[in-house]
């Protein structure tokens, strides 16, 4: 049971729009920045948002974060089939003193 | 370009020590700006970060392991390292190293990440 809530899987069509809600707590997300990390198959996590809303260089920028209390959501536009993937919240607990991560969302392009 | 390489034994007995080095290329630990971890991924899916270490040696544990784990560096050859000891079945996961560029703990977030090694415990 990870501390941070997302929802198994979402789905869109090429082309269309998605987000990816990631759930948690005053103890994390409500007192720290959330960042997101995409995993394509058989490969390992990459940093796509960080400080809530920020892209690193390099990422799209059809890929944007935004937060609001104690939740943090991720939009995808313009999908494409490469976007497929896992795609994981983490944040700060302080009530845990540590880095904790959210389930991860299966991202299906139809 | 940064890149992070993880290597040592696929395969630990349990209640033995896992033991993973993770090479650095392109940054150097000693330059002090960011903090290096370790996360691991069990099988079904989930992420769960070990800790950090900074370049003078300080250490930052997950509580939840806190007991077991013992992270290392070496300056002088730009690696750093991970011991986690009394493993069992359930220590089992593909483990990663990362490095944290943050200023604080609550700004945390990993960059780039090494391709991760799979380490079985199973005797």
């Known amino acids: 049971q990870s501390v941070l809530t997302q929802p198994p899987s979402v789905s869109a069509a090429p082309g269309q729009k998605v987000t990816i809600s990631c759930s948690g707590s005053?103890?994390?997300?409500?007192?720290?920045?959330v960042s997101w990390y995409q995993q394509l198959p058989g490969t390992a996590p990459k940093l796509l948002i960080y400080d809530n809303n920020k892209r690193p260089s390099g990422i799209p920028d059809r890929f944007s974060g935004s937060k609001s209390g104690t939740s943090a959501t991720l939009g995808i536009t313009g999908l494409q089939t490469g976007d497929e993937a896992d795609y994981f919240c983490?944040?700060?607990?302080?009530?845990?003193?540590?880095?904790?991560f959210g389930g991860g969302t299966k991202l299906t392009v139809l | 370009q940064v890149q992070l390489q993880e290597s040592g034994p696929g395969l630990v007995k349990p209640s033995q020590t896992l033991s993973l080095t993770c090479s650095v290329s392109?940054?150097?630990?000693?330059?002090?700006?960011?903090?290096w971890s370790w996360i691991r991924q069990h099988p079904v899916k989930g992420l769960e970060w070990l800790g950090f270490?900074?370049?003078?040696?300080?250490?930052y544990y997950n509580p939840s392991l806190k007991s077991r784990v013992t992270m290392s560096v070496d300056t002088s050859n730009n690696h750093f390292s991970l011991r986690l000891n009394s493993v069992t079945a359930a220590d089992t996961a593909v483990y990663y190293c990362?490095?944290?560029?943050?200023?604080?703990?609550?700004?945390?977030?990993?960059?780039?990440w090494g391709q991760g090694t799979l380490v079985t415990v199973s005797s």
């Open positions: 392109g940054d150097s630990i000693s330059r002090g700006r960011h903090y």
């Open positions: 983490g944040t700060w607990d302080r009530g845990l003193s540590a880095v904790v």
């Open positions: 990362a490095r944290a560029p943050m200023t604080t703990v609550t700004t945390v977030n990993f960059d780039p």
């Open positions: 005053d103890s994390n997300i409500g007192n720290s920045y």
């Open positions: 270490i900074y370049y003078s040696g300080t250490t």
